[in-house]
């Protein structure tokens, strides 16, 4: 299945939750998108599972094959699964991109990533899915700082909030990696519980 690069407004809509992060086209409704918005009945244990674990995968941009391998993952580490799950999906570059305030949204991060415009300890990396380790370093390529997304960036840092497990140096335009996330600093809106009950069954 590709991924989806259709409007992530809808999708937003559609699961009920900001997808995005900072969307003003998103406007929470007590209903659906479409015609037949209104009209849904009550939706059945499977599908609030199901609801939870596609929001999940929209949120963070990740394919439903590569969303398995993190769940899987998760399950075979001592902990809890749900929150091992949803702190490999927040370690991954392109998110840690975003989550520092390089990015708009995740989909510049992982552009900017895959562009070449991103070092990890010095050295490029353009694999969004790529996972930063406690202590890592994160930097924009010297030869990229110039370019306005990051000239943008750094001028409009502080406006959004930065996780603690993160600490960014807005001139150097470096991110530096304390630690790996804990739930209580994982701002996503989902149900971890309802995806480990659906992958379960």
Same mark, same amino acid.
């Given at each position: 299945?590709?991924?989806?690069?259709?409007?992530? @407004?809808?999708?937003?809509?559609?699961?009920?939750?900001?997808?995005?992060? *900072?969307?003003?086209?998103?406007?929470?409704?007590?209903?659906?998108?479409?015609?037949?918005?209104?009209?849904?009945? !009550?939706?059945?244990?499977?599908?609030?599972?199901?609801?939870?674990?596609?929001?999940?995968?929209?949120?963070? /941009?990740?394919?439903?094959?590569?969303?398995?391998?993190?769940?899987?993952?998760?399950?075979?580490?001592?902990?809890? @699964?749900?929150?091992l799950l949803?702190?490999?999906?927040?370690? +991954?570059?392109? *998110?840690?991109v975003y +989550?520092? /305030?390089?990015?708009?949204? +995740? +989909?510049?991060?992982?552009?900017?990533?895959?562009?070449?415009?991103?070092?990890?300890?010095?050295?490029?990396?353009?694999?969004?899915?790529?996972?930063?380790?406690?202590?890592?370093?994160?930097?924009?390529? =010297?030869?990229?700082?110039?370019?306005?997304?990051?000239?943008?960036?750094?001028?409009?840092?502080?406006?959004?909030?930065? =996780?603690?497990?993160?600490?960014? !140096?807005?001139?150097?335009?470096?991110?530096?990696?304390?630690?790996?996330?804990?739930?209580d600093q994982? @701002?996503?809106?989902?149900?971890?519980?309802?995806?480990?009950?659906?992958?379960?069954?």
């Amino acid at each position: 299945m590709a991924r989806y690069t259709g409007p992530m @407004t809808k999708k937003s809509r559609r699961y009920g939750t900001d997808l995005v992060g *900072n969307d003003k086209a998103f406007e929470r409704r007590p209903y659906a998108p479409g015609v037949h918005g209104r009209g849904r009945t !009550k939706d059945s244990e499977y599908s609030l599972q199901l609801k939870e674990k596609q929001k999940a995968r929209y949120a963070y /941009g990740v394919l439903e094959k590569q969303f398995s391998h993190y769940y899987e993952e998760a399950s075979r580490r001592p902990g809890k @699964t749900g929150d091992l799950l949803l702190q490999i999906l927040e370690s +991954r570059l392109d *998110n840690v991109v975003y +989550r520092a /305030g390089f990015a708009n949204t +995740r +989909r510049q991060a992982r552009q900017m990533v895959s562009h070449g415009h991103i070092l990890v300890n010095g050295k490029k990396v353009n694999i969004p899915s790529f996972r930063v380790a406690p202590l890592d370093i994160v930097d924009v390529r =010297p030869k990229s700082l110039e370019m306005t997304p990051f000239v943008i960036a750094r001028e409009t840092f502080g406006e959004r909030e930065v =996780p603690a497990w993160l600490t960014v !140096k807005p001139n150097r335009m470096r991110i530096l990696v304390h630690q790996l996330p804990s739930r209580d600093q994982i @701002t996503v809106d989902v149900n971890e519980q309802a995806i480990v009950e659906l992958y379960s069954k």
